[in-house]
């Protein structure tokens, strides 16, 4: 998936931003702040712009990371994760978002989700992993149709799962 437009947001590869990669780097110091990365894997936390620059190449390696820009104001106001597996029941996608601070309690993750969810490709499961603690991210999931999932063994500790079938 190259990306996807909602009403406020346009997600795209950070390429399609149409900005340097410093502006880049600057947008992600913004955005993967110590409190947003808390509950995010070991290594996401406390990046310096070196540390930021290989972190965004090896994300869009292992799958497709989308930059959100608010169209209005050009801000980057969050980030989604898509990665794709197939098995024997067909594709699964396995989604993460975050949304940085500054922007958090305005709509952003639901809108993020909603628009994946009528733009992706069918038929697909969206399978979404979140920290037991973050409630709020629970939520999105829950409002856009996604049903709690149990973790397999091999899971995570304190994570919950979620799945939507389309």
Same mark, same amino acid.
């Given at each position: 998936m190259e990306g996807f437009t909602t009403s406020r947001l346009q997600l795209c590869k950070w390429g399609g931003l149409n900005i340097s990669e410093d502006q880049w780097l600057d947008a992600l110091m913004e955005l993967l702040t110590d409190e947003v990365t808390?509950?995010?894997?070991?290594?996401?936390?406390?990046?310096?712009?070196?540390?930021?620059? @290989?972190?965004?190449?090896?994300?869009?390696?292992?799958? *497709?990371? !989308?930059? /959100?820009?608010?169209?209005?104001?050009?801000?980057?106001?969050?980030?989604?994760?898509?990665?794709?597996?197939?098995?024997?029941?067909?594709?699964?996608?396995?989604?993460?978002?975050?949304?940085?601070?500054?922007?958090?309690?305005?709509?952003?993750?639901?809108?993020?989700? @909603?628009?994946?969810?009528?733009?992706?490709?069918?038929? *697909?499961? !969206?399978? /979404?992993?979140?920290?037991?603690?973050?409630k709020p991210s629970m939520n999105v999931l829950t409002k856009c149709g996604f049903k709690s999932r149990p973790a397999s063994p091999d899971s995570p500790p304190d994570t919950d799962f979620f799945e939507l079938s389309l």
């Open positions: 808390k509950e995010l894997p070991p290594g996401w936390q406390g990046m310096d712009r070196a540390t930021l620059k @290989k972190w965004s190449a090896e994300r869009e390696q292992d799958g *497709v990371m !989308l930059a /959100a820009k608010n169209i209005e104001t050009q801000d980057v106001v969050g980030l989604m994760f898509l990665f794709n597996s197939s098995s024997g029941s067909g594709c699964t996608t396995h989604i993460g978002y975050l949304v940085g601070e500054r922007h958090q309690g305005k709509g952003y993750a639901t809108e993020i989700i @909603k628009g994946l969810i009528s733009s992706i490709p069918k038929p *697909v499961t !969206l399978l /979404a992993g979140v920290s037991s603690c973050n």
